[in-house]
């Protein structure tokens, strides 16, 4: 069932009133935030803002999990300031539909992600059904617990005077002085944590088990690859060792991968770290700072812009490399110390960058890191550059955030990063190597696709606000929580 809830915007100085009605699901939790800008000079509210939350499905799951945990839990002990739940986790077997069920996960440790307030820019509506994952630039954050004083630009503290709990309604005040949260924001977040997606993927995963062709085995420390539907990995052939390029059938909203094929098995054996799928069908790989070109019959092919089949990128790193239609896309930085720096080519011409633009660590943060993989998510005009673990998602056309852009985000270093356009969910593909009873089987891969994202709520204002460093700001939410 479906109710109604307000949410209201007043400036008192500009008299701009705002007014929308919200459908939220019938359920016994509600949150609301109440939003207040005051002028420093006079302590006047100038502004206030008042909307509903909704509860992210990924809370939902652990409010499931949580009552599933008490029926199963044989006592309760305190262990310094935690309170330890003792279970069955001694005997799974019993217990199949809740803990060994691979399409889930069942949370045992690690943060909630209740466990920060985050205000961004993102402006998207709101998505109660499919929306997991924190997106947009950060402009202030504050802890659900804990106070704070300091010179953090963002940061905001608990109100310990003004915050109460009662049975029935939970009561949290945030204060950010003049110096921190300045800037416009729309959507408030709870999240697990400040400056980062987590995947714990409590719900919408999905296990798989793929083989690889007749003859043909998978390699590991390669990224995956998703182009045009369709999920590529590296791979050889068992009795020659030439270089081979796997091919499988991909439905993303049905979690399925299928039909594997051989795409191209190569005229070399040598070791490489990466590759790509051109338009035309041709295959790239990265070795070092090298390129090379070979077509999907195997043959080498020169790289474009040259007559020689490999070309040497001087001193480049090399380790990000993406084709995104006509443009390519090369990391150019010398040196692990230095910003990520990348140039930008036509398909046609390698030689010549089209141009170069640094990325700035705010927006990928790559001192003394590895990247390890580019992927190209054409349903937004994104990149996803995977450095050091963490997957950061940037306008392909800025090359920087943007109010659209997830927060950096956990993951594999290998995993393809892709993007599901029904449920408007980002998403993971980690594959590892498949472990049987005489060990490794590289003829398996052991895939797990899963949404990014750990959110556990997220409000969408009723219109932009803005704060300066003429305001102060408080933030108050307010939890009800129905009698059982």
């Excluded at 609301?32 to 800008?37: M, P, R, S």
């Excluded at 990325?359 to 550059?385: N, T």
């Amino acid at each position: 069932m479906i109710r109604k809830s307000k949410a209201f915007k007043r400036n008192f100085l500009t008299g701009e009133a705002i007014e929308i009605t919200k459908e939220k699901p019938l359920k016994g939790i509600r949150g609301v935030h109440t939003i207040e800008l005051f002028d420093t000079l006079t302590g006047k509210l100038i502004e206030k803002v008042q909307s509903e939350n909704f509860i992210a499905k990924t809370m939902e799951e652990l409010q499931r999990q949580a009552a599933l945990f008490a029926f199963l839990t044989d006592f309760v002990e305190t262990s310094g300031s935690n309170i330890v739940y003792r279970g069955p986790l001694y005997d799974l077997a019993k217990y199949d539909v809740v803990f060994k069920n691979l399409d889930m996960t069942w949370l045992t440790y690690g943060n909630f992600p209740m466990s920060w307030i985050v205000l961004t820019d993102y402006d998207g509506p709101e998505d109660p059904e499919n929306e997991i994952i924190m997106r947009g630039r950060i402009i202030g954050y504050a802890s659900r617990y804990t106070t704070y004083v300091g010179s953090d630009t963002k940061r905001g503290s608990l109100n310990t005077a003004e915050s109460f709990i009662e049975p029935q309604h939970i009561h949290l005040v945030y204060d950010w002085p003049t110096h921190a949260a300045n800037g416009t924001f729309q959507s408030v977040y709870f999240n697990y944590n400040y400056n980062e997606n987590g995947s714990g993927a409590v719900v919408g995963k999905k296990f798989l088990q793929i083989s690889a062709p007749n003859g043909y085995l998978f390699v590991n420390n390669v990224a995956a690859k998703v182009k045009n539907g369709k999920l590529y990995f590296m791979g050889k052939e068992a009795q020659t060792n030439k270089v081979a390029i796997l091919v499988y059938d991909l439905n993303i909203p049905a979690r399925t991968i299928t039909n594997g094929q051989v795409y191209a098995t190569l005229n070399t054996s040598s070791n490489y770290e990466n590759f790509e799928i051109a338009p035309n069908g041709d295959i790239y790989l990265v070795s070092g700072s090298n390129l090379y070109c070979f077509g999907q019959n195997g043959s080498p092919k020169n790289i474009p812009g040259t007559s020689q089949t490999s070309r040497y990128y001087g001193s480049y790193l090399f380790d990000l490399f993406a084709i995104t239609g006509q443009d390519v896309y090369i990391e150019s930085r010398t040196s692990y110390l230095d910003n990520l720096q990348i140039n930008r080519y036509n398909i046609n011409d390698l030689v010549n960058p089209l141009d170069v633009k640094v990325i700035q660590p705010e927006s990928v943060y790559v001192y003394q890191k590895y990247c390890s993989g580019m992927h190209y998510i054409p349903d937004l005009d994104m990149l996803a550059i995977t450095v050091d673990g963490y997957t950061y998602f940037v306008d392909r056309t800025m090359l920087g955030l943007s109010k659209n852009t997830p927060v950096r985000t956990y993951v594999d270093n290998w995993s393809a990063i892709t993007y599901d356009p029904t449920k408007k969910q980002f998403i993971e593909i980690r594959h590892i190597k498949t472990t049987g009873p005489s060990g490794n089987d590289y003829t398996k891969r052991d895939v797990t696709i899963r949404p990014l994202g750990f959110i556990g709520a997220r409000n969408l204002l009723p219109s932009p606000v803005t704060k300066t460093n003429t305001n102060t700001m408080k933030l108050t939410y307010d939890l009800y929580i129905d009698s059982f």
